[in-house]
């Protein structure tokens, strides 16, 4: 292959027109011809073109376009945008279609479409295209067929997006329905289990009514009783292992290292993503003792401080002493 030879635009630019033909062209120098903003005319005859390029549809002032004798498979779906041309000629080339675009040229009075290899229906639109007359007879019939498709494919276009719209919505009453349903079904199967557990639980207690006497209400009140003190005893002794904890009394010293070794492995058990939570936890857990130790000590130092209070301790121990000393002399 030989050079590319660069064609100087500007100098083949005479009175808006631009006369590119024979150049042996490859591609279309669309920047350099956009700078000229004057041109209408523009003659691409007469090279090796294959197709135009992307950009090709901004040259929007052009009202003659001559793209003969060249070899363009298609044209840019964009080609409509040209809508001020008035002359086109695509003689000889190696068109099958036209982009649909093709309806917007509606102030086009000449198409030459002659030696394309066109396929039937849009053949027989264009006609033989003789002589001038039927170029311009050429050029309205082919606008108003792409016109007419242009149409017919919008109007389909919207039927779908109707029919797809119409289909999505059925689908979405559809979920709607489908989770009202499952939502019902949930309700009554929840409503028969509850009324199942009050009918077994009615019948239980009418069969164990009539063998009910005393005895089993005293042995119920004393369960309760013992109930009631093994759960007053937890709290205390929960009561005074805090305490305990709190002012760090060596009683619970293996007690507070068992309790911080398990939160550590408690704490690296935890996800990442909660592990702040739980050290806040432990925080606030180690402020709570902090208080509770404060206090603590406050109480201790007002007992140890307080005349009232000792002179009670002091009366208690020899209450005590007493009592002892009386306990040996009857033995």
């Known amino acids: 292959m030989g050079q590319k030879v660069k064609i100087n635009v500007k100098e083949r630019y005479t009175d808006g027109e631009i006369d590119l033909s024979m150049s042996d062209l490859d591609e279309v120098p669309v920047k350099e011809i ?91 639109v264009a006609g033989p295209c003789l002589d001038t007359k039927g170029c311009h007879q050429c050029a309205k019939d082919i606008v108003t067929f792409y016109k007419r498709l242009q149409s017919e494919v919008n109007t389909e276009m919207e039927i779908r997006n109707k029919a797809r719209q119409k289909q999505l919505e059925i689908n979405r009453q559809k979920k709607l329905e489908e989770k009202k349903k499952v939502k019902k079904e949930k309700q009554k199967a929840k409503k028969e289990n509850t009324e199942k557990l009050i009918k077994n639980n009615t019948e239980k207690i009418s069969k164990k009514e009539p ?36 002012i760090q009394h060596p009683w619970v010293d293996p007690l507070i290292s068992t309790l911080n070794l398990y939160f550590e492995n408690l704490l690296s058990k935890i996800p990442p993503e909660y592990r702040p939570y739980g050290i806040s936890c432990i925080n606030s857990v180690k402020v709570l003792q902090v208080y509770t130790r404060n206090i603590t000590l406050k109480a201790i130092e007002f007992v140890n401080t307080d005349k009232n209070i000792q002179e009670f301790f002091n009366r208690i121990k020899e209450s005590y002493y007493k009592l002892t000393e009386a306990s040996v002399t009857s033995k």
Not at 70 to 75: P, R, S
Not at 214 to 231: A, C, D, V, Y
Not at 232 to 239: D, E, N
């Open 34 to 124: 956009a700078l000229l903003k004057k041109t209408v005319s523009l003659d691409l005859s007469n090279n090796r073109l294959i197709n135009l390029p992307i950009n090709f549809s901004t040259l929007t002032n052009l009202t003659k376009l001559d793209l003969s004798k060249n070899e363009i498979t298609e044209l840019p779906e964009d080609f409509g945008a040209l809508s001020k041309l008035t002359y086109l000629d695509l003689y000889r080339n190696k068109l099958q279609h036209l982009p649909l675009s093709f309806g917007q040229l509606t102030g086009l009075k000449f198409l030459d479409l002659k030696d394309n290899p066109l396929v039937p229906a849009i053949a027989k």
């Open 211 to 246: 063998k009910k006497n005393k005895t089993p209400q005293k042995k119920k009140q004393k369960k309760i009783s013992i109930g009631s003190l093994i759960f007053w005893l937890i709290i205390i002794l929960f009561f005074v292992v805090w305490v305990l904890t709190s």
